[in-house]
């Protein structure tokens, strides 16, 4: 398990999170090493991906293999790995003059190890530079790393650095040949410095990037510096633009230099068009349901419409375009009506409008294979030089990224900049520097200056506040110190969207300000109001309202707060917030002085009625002071002092979800939960352990005695009563697990039996067939439950032929009985597995692993097409600190990926009921205490991605005819779960984005 090293120097100031620079953090799938590699040294380390044992665990290792030798005989070691970059260059993009803050956790046999940083500038000249932590000592164990790093003014690129030295000649060489390091859980972010109860620090000179701002005057504005399409560099070709107003429209000129080498499309519409030389011209668009507006001319003036939506327009009569071809260039110009980019009139002086200027060119020919050498993107067998206005990362439509330009003058938006900035606010150093870069006449740079003066403001506001409460995006560390980036929007309305029976969750941080402990009550409410006759005052509405009065109860709105538990049992652990346990009956919540608390609102959805319900939370700390006066209107009390109220809105849309999990759960558990947890989190299927299974034998195999463990039938019943009570859940109910063949032979078998005799096999039918009598007995039938014969076999133990021939001795007796294997990747890959198993295999559970790795991925494909066939993925790790989103929330979304019949979860909770939290969970996702289970944050994860798939699988349903939108909506959903699954696992944002893309189209077809 993990430990916790700190920099030295990681003061007590908290820290505003953002973003993972780190694109693969946990090093899986097969692109690591367009992330990862050797910076110095190449000939003396070598880097892999290690799988640890038993939980199939990816991470990067290094291991040292050669040492330098000097001319003068003397071996040396300066080698290591640079963690960031991409497949062209190293490092991740970065900000200069910045704080960046890591964390990673590592292990090794080597004696020490070596952190540093690269950075590079615009031109690529490196730096190396020391962080806080410099020297490491790896442990056996895993241990965490933290700390942080500042940009130098010049940086563009920059790269954590961990690497071997040593110098016999300097008799400092301690480094031996085979000496490895394992790195794991890899983040880098920025972070902004804030103490809480105090202004924010000024971290030295304001460095202002120029945004990219054009002005409109009187005359045209020239746009140019057009940029790579892949790279943060200049675009191959030159291309040049003008921009011009008239009464009613925008006009766009735009010279693109080169040759035309197209076949110069001239038509209306159509996908031809996009073989050719053309431009691109995007702006943003007024309707927030439509994502932009995008014209497009090809070099023979043929022209296309799209707004980032499905389908294209038919109508192009709404704008005019021509095309003229001179020496070495060809110009596209276009008069675009101000009417049809969403203005009524004119924009006025001191208006914007974002955009973007874009071009394509085609490379002569065509191509097998992408030749890079001339285009930076391939398709269609052709090669195509892409570059914009602006450089948004392979992403010409990417609106955040878009210029801005400004009618007339930017003067206005400088002076509404300035217009909420206190006096007082006036005098921060850092204030007053970015007020004298507010020059209109320096465009960019005063754009910047503008966001960076709200930004300032802001923090030197929330630096005042004795506490804060802000909405979390559901991608966070839970780990202490705890003080999420989201804070910084306390005050700002919390809204969350669910469907009828969904289980929606509120994730919110509360942040204590001041140097005292405090306890914060926090009520879900809908204002004051006399409720009974016999009350002389009103009293506080628990819940929330519908405009029309309908009521969103506070019996369906269920408080949980975040409670700090260590993730290893050492002296040195990490604390994280992962018990999720219900507030008390006063509400209250504690928070220590100058830190962040955890606060989990789960509003039930089941059966609701859809509209929008809202309401308050008001957050009232305990020992704060307060001052309250009669309101007569509503008949309670108005406060004024201490408390907060935040404006809450629940919208339940017209969206009815199942109230069953779209994909069967199995959460390897044992126990019967009489609490109501399994079905809470619909898990299908309960275990019956094969070590209660104690029978004695004769000399020739035949069962002598059907002894059990005395537990086994009093637990058997309660399996049966809780699945008899959920009639309509899958079958198989009940897994008799975990590995009953190696269970069986190693613990329950009497050693007067040799392996493989025909004694030995007899033996192993008649346990087989006695546990089918015993579940039999209890009312279970074969089609109700599986034998698990094996789980993560190894080779070394269970040779192929032992290994199929278990599952043929049971299918020889019972079969019409269900057999399951669970594995990672390794069967799927031995000689004979396919002609040996697969025919005695009912369910196959394979390791989420193995949707990312081709060999064991054609085998699963195979074997889940296999007529009465089943498949399930499953994730086993035992670290508490497995990544929320990419291992919780994701699983669900690997399953929908790979077209598996379950998912599985080790495990939903430990097989003992009296576990209690003395110890940690060692991947278990929820906390058994003597009376309930508690559910852990992670677990609250992986329901959300079961919430994902509910809203895919139902948009499945309903475009199941064969219409064009039918067809759209079904390639929608294949194509998202790759995305989020396979191609983006790193962006932590994707499931949700893809969740609220299926809602529209759901929306769309029931309206």
């Known amino acids: 398990m993990k430990k916790i090293l700190f920099a030295l120097g990681l003061s007590a100031v908290s820290l505003f999170g953002a973003d993972n620079l780190i694109r693969n953090p946990e090093v899986d799938g097969d692109a690591w090493q367009k992330e990862f590699r050797v910076g110095e040294g190449k000939n003396q380390v070598e880097l892999t991906q290690f799988v640890e044992d038993s939980t199939w665990n990816r991470c990067l290792k290094m291991t040292l293999n050669n040492y330098y030798i000097s ?60 962080t806080k932590i410099h020297l490491i000592r790896p442990q056996k164990e895993w241990n965490v790393y933290k700390g942080t790093f500042r940009t130098s003014p010049t940086a563009k690129r920059a790269a954590l650095f961990i690497q071997f030295w040593g110098d016999a000649k300097r008799k400092n060489l301690r480094e031996k040949i085979g000496q490895h390091i394992m790195i794991d859980k890899i983040t880098v972010q920025e972070i902004s410095e804030f103490t809480p109860g105090a202004a924010p620090e000024k971290a030295g000179p304001v460095n202002l990037i120029p945004a990219p701002v054009f002005v409109l005057g009187e005359n045209p504005v020239v746009v140019d510096g057009f940029k790579d399409l892949m790279e943060d560099k200049p675009a191959k070709l030159k291309t040049t633009a003008e921009i011009s107003r008239s009464a009613d429209a925008l006009r766009v000129k735009i010279d693109c230099f080169g040759p035309v080498t197209s076949d110069a499309y001239s038509g209306t519409g159509g996908g031809a068009i996009w073989k050719d030389d053309l431009v691109e011209l995007f702006f943003e668009s007024k309707d927030p349901n439509t994502p932009y507006l995008q014209f497009v001319i090809s070099a023979g003036n043929g022209r296309w419409m799209g707004n ?203 942040a204590n300000m001041t140097a005292l402990p405090e306890e914060y009550r926090v009520i879900v409410n809908s204002g004051w109001a006399k409720q ?175 002894k059990v463990r005395s537990f086994l039938d009093p637990q058997l019943k309660l399996i049966v009563d809780a699945i008899r009570k959920n009639p309509d859940i899958n079958d198989p109910k009940i897994m008799v697990g975990y590995s009953v063949y190696q269970v069986w032979k190693k613990r329950l078998l009497p050693k007067k039996f040799k392996s493989g005799t025909p004694e030995y096999w007899n033996a192993w039918r008649n346990f087989c067939l006695g546990i089918d009598r015993i579940l039999k007995k209890h009312g279970v039938s074969r089609k109700e439950y599986t034998m698990e014969i094996f789980d993560e076999p190894h080779l070394k133990d269970f040779p192929m032929e032992e290994l199929s021939r278990a599952f043929a001795e049971y299918k020889k007796v019972m079969p019409d009985a269900q057999t399951l294997l669970t594995s990672g990747t390794l069967y799927s890959l031995l000689p004979g597995w396919t002609e040996k198993v697969v025919p005695y295999l009912d369910q196959w559970i394979v390791h989420s692993s193995a949707a990312s790795i081709p060999e064991p991925r054609k085998m699963f494909d195979r074997f889940k097409v296999l007529p009465g066939k089943k498949t399930g993925i499953y994730i086993c790790g035992t670290n508490m600190r497995q990544d929320c989103y990419r291992y919780y929330r994701l699983l669900p979304w690997n399953v929908l990926e790979a077209g598996a019949d379950f998912v599985s979860l080790y495990q939903l909770f430990p097989q ?93 077809r029931i309206k």
């Not at 959300?944 to 199941?960: F, N």
């Open 308 to 510: 980032g939506k499905p389908g294209t327009s038919d109508d192009y009569s709404g704008w005019k375009s021509k095309v003229s071809r001179g020496s070495g260039r060809w110009t596209a110009e276009a008069e675009i009506p101000y009417a049809l980019l969403g203005y009524k009139q004119a924009p006025a002086d001191g208006e914007t409008l974002r955009f973007n200027l874009c071009r394509q060119h085609p490379a002569p020919g065509t191509f097998d294979q992408p030749d890079y050498s001339k285009g930076n993107r391939f398709g269609a067998h052709m090669m195509f030089d892409n570059s914009s206005v602006v450089f948004g990362r392979g992403s010409n439509s990417d609106t955040k990224r878009f210029a801005i330009l400004f009618f007339g003058t930017m003067k206005p938006y400088c002076d509404q900049a300035l217009a909420g900035v206190s006096a007082g606010e006036r005098k921060d150093p850092t204030v007053k520097e970015l007020i004298s870069k507010l020059d209109p006449a320096q465009p960019g740079i005063a754009f910047a200056a503008a966001a960076e003066l709200e930004k300032r403001v802001r923090l030197l506001r929330l630096g005042k506040e004795p506490f804060l409460l802000a909405q979390l995006k559901t991608t966070k560390d839970f780990a202490l110190p705890f003080f999420p980036n989201e804070l910084q929007n306390h005050g700002r309305l919390l809204k969350i969207r669910a469907a009828v029976n969904e289980q929606a969750p509120l994730m919110l941080s509360l």
């Open 532 to 706: 009974d006759p016999s009350q002389e005052w009103g009293s506080m509405v628990t819940g929330l309202r519908s405009a029309d009065g309908t009521a969103f109860p506070a019996a369906k709105i269920e408080l949980r707060r975040g409670v700090p538990i260590r993730d290893a049992e050492t002296p040195k652990h990490e604390r994280l917030l992962d018990v999720l346990a219900k507030v008390n009956e006063a509400a209250t919540i504690p928070v220590q002085p100058r830190e962040a608390g955890l606060l989990w609102i789960t509003f039930d959805c089941t059966d609701a009625k859809p509209g929008i319900y809202k309401g308050r939370i008001t957050v009232l700390p305990l020992n704060g002071i307060n001052q309250t006066f009669k309101n007569s209107r509503s008949g309670g009390y108005a406060v004024k002092g201490a408390s907060r109220d935040f404006s809450v809105e629940l919208e339940i849309l017209p969206i009815v979800l199942p109230k069953k999990s779209s994909i069967p759960f199995n959460g390897y558990v044992r126990p019967a939960d009489r609490s109501g947890f399994l079905d809470r989190y619909d898990c299908f299927m309960r275990m019956v352990t094969p070590w209660y299974f104690t029978f004695t034998y004769n000399d020739d195999g035949s069962v002598a005695e059907e």
């Open 71 to 130: 001319k003068d005989g003397f071996k040396s070691v300066n080698a290591g790995v640079m963690l960031g970059g991409d497949a062209k260059k190293p490092g991740f993009p970065c900000k200069p003059d910045t704080v960046y803050e890591f964390k990673f956790e590592l292990k090794g046999d080597a004696e020490r190890c070596m952190l540093n940083y690269y950075q590079w500038d615009s031109k690529g000249k490196a730096q190396k530079k020391q």
């Open 912 to 1004: 003992s009921m009296a576990n209690d939290l003395y110890r940690i969970p060692f991947g278990d996702a929820a906390y058994v205490l003597p009376d309930t289970v508690v559910p852990s944050a992670r677990l609250e994860f992986f329901r959300m991605g079961m919430t994902d798939i509910k809203y895919l699988r139902l948009l499945e349903k309903l475009a199941s005819g064969d219409s064009k939108q039918d067809r759209e909506d079904r390639d929608f959903v294949r194509k998202a779960a790759k995305e989020v699954y396979l191609v983006s696992p790193h962006d932590a944002g994707l499931a949700g984005k893809m969740r609220e893309e299926a809602i529209k189209r759901i929306l769309k």
